[in-house]
């Protein structure tokens, strides 16, 4: 007995040894655990995992806080975990004790990577996580360093806060909520109001789609653009509108390209037209031509400090420092050329003039 005993003390031993404080799991009456305000807003599929709950039990624990002055634990990851038991009708509940001191930017950034790891947020749940380390004096470029995401990704979801009401609509009405849908039309509310507005009206019947979005965008910018140019000199308005077209087109035809990819190319009525030079027409089996350098029509994303922008990359000039380019960008009404970091900027599209 005094050997069986001693095993006994060993295996207490055991456990306390590997049983470190604030991290084993327990079993406790889940009406002892509540939530806190989270990122996630929108909890989706807890029926389906209500029912896995029943079959399989809980397959990982709830972290959460050690006991608040209420005698409660504070789910600090796993809400979905715990709204799913309850919906399942289970009265226990397996949670992790953790005991470390977070910051409020702390927590945030666990919960924003977590899930977005999971893909488990939406658009503007993420735009309001990414608000709390902008209001605390965050860099967008910090940001996206903290959340292993580019700055690209930080810039086009904060922008999200600023949609409009009609937009917000489509959003708030689970119509759309593609981050590059929203974020045209918000630029399209920008130009022209009263389109944007009918628009998402007739969203809200029919629905709208990415394309269409950009095409709306596209067309509301070349009607602004000839607007401004009719104002202007002949000579300022051929150099500027002479651009802005070519940023359009690539803009309108970024969308085709990847499915027009396989697509011969035939030679137009007059091709080379007697020119040795020309270039020659893309054969049927292959998905690619030769072109030269000064030809090529590169349409990027330019993140600037509130926003991000399309510009057109300039192929004329090169910086001494290799990780700067230059690009040409809308500035209000006209254009403007610009230097920014390479990795300031992320590509849509590649073409010939």
């Given at each position: 007995m005094a050997k069986l005993g001693n095993l006994q003390g060993l295996s207490d031993l055991a456990k306390?040894?590997?049983?470190?404080?604030?991290?084993?799991?327990?079993?406790?009456?889940?009406?002892?655990?509540?939530?806190?305000?989270?990122?996630?807003?929108?909890?989706?599929?807890?029926?389906e995992l209500a029912i896995s709950m029943k079959e399989e039990g809980q397959q990982s624990p709830v972290i959460v806080y050690p006991k608040d002055e209420n005698g409660k634990y504070v789910i600090q990851k796993g809400e979905r975990r715990w709204r799913a038991l309850q919906a399942a009708g289970i009265k226990t509940i397996d949670i992790m004790v953790n005991d470390k001191e977070l910051s409020e930017l702390d927590e945030?950034?666990?919960?924003?990577?977590?899930?977005?790891?999971?893909?488990?947020?939406?658009?503007?749940?993420?735009?309001?996580?990414?608000?709390?380390?902008a209001d605390s004096g965050w860099r967008q470029k910090a940001i996206a360093q903290r959340i292993g995401k580019n700055a690209?990704?930080?810039s086009t979801h904060l922008s999200l806060l600023k949609l409009p009401a009609c937009v917000r609509e489509?959003?708030?009405?689970?119509?759309?909520?593609?981050?590059?849908t929203l974020n045209n039309?918000?630029?399209?509310?920008?130009?022209?109001?009263?389109?944007?507005?009918?628009?998402?009206?007739n969203a809200l019947d029919e629905g709208i789609t990415r394309k269409q979005s950009r095409d709306l965008l596209n067309d509301a910018k070349r009607i602004a653009e000839e607007a401004s140019s009719s104002q202007d000199s002949d000579a300022v308005e051929g150099e500027a509108q002479g651009s802005t077209n070519i940023m359009?087109?690539?803009?309108?035809?970024?969308?085709?390209?990847?499915?027009?990819?396989?697509?011969?190319?035939?030679?137009?009525?007059?091709?080379?037209?007697?020119?040795?030079?020309?270039?020659?027409?893309i054969e049927k089996d292959k998905d690619w031509k030769p072109v030269e350098a000064s030809e090529l029509i590169i349409v990027v994303n330019v993140l600037t400090e509130t926003d991000v922008v399309r510009g057109i990359l300039l192929l004329d000039r090169a910086c001494q420092n290799p990780e700067e380019v230059w690009v040409k960008v809308a500035n209000g009404k006209s254009e403007k050329k610009v230097k920014v970091l390479t990795s300031d900027i992320e590509i849509v599209s590649i073409g010939t003039l």
């Open positions: 306390a040894a590997t049983g470190k404080k604030g991290k084993e799991v327990i079993a406790i009456n889940i009406e002892n655990v509540v939530s806190k305000e989270q990122i996630r807003k929108k909890f989706k599929n807890i029926d945030t950034a666990g919960e924003l990577i977590e899930n977005i790891q999971r893909d488990d947020l939406t658009p503007l749940e993420i735009a309001y996580a990414l608000k709390v380390f690209i990704f930080v489509l959003y708030d009405n689970d119509i759309c909520s593609d981050t590059e039309l918000r630029l399209l509310y920008d130009l022209n109001e009263e389109q944007c507005s009918a628009v998402c009206i359009n087109t690539f803009e309108a035809g970024e969308a085709g390209e990847a499915s027009d990819a396989g697509d011969s190319i035939a030679p137009g009525p007059g091709a080379n037209n007697g020119n040795e030079d020309a270039l020659p027409a």
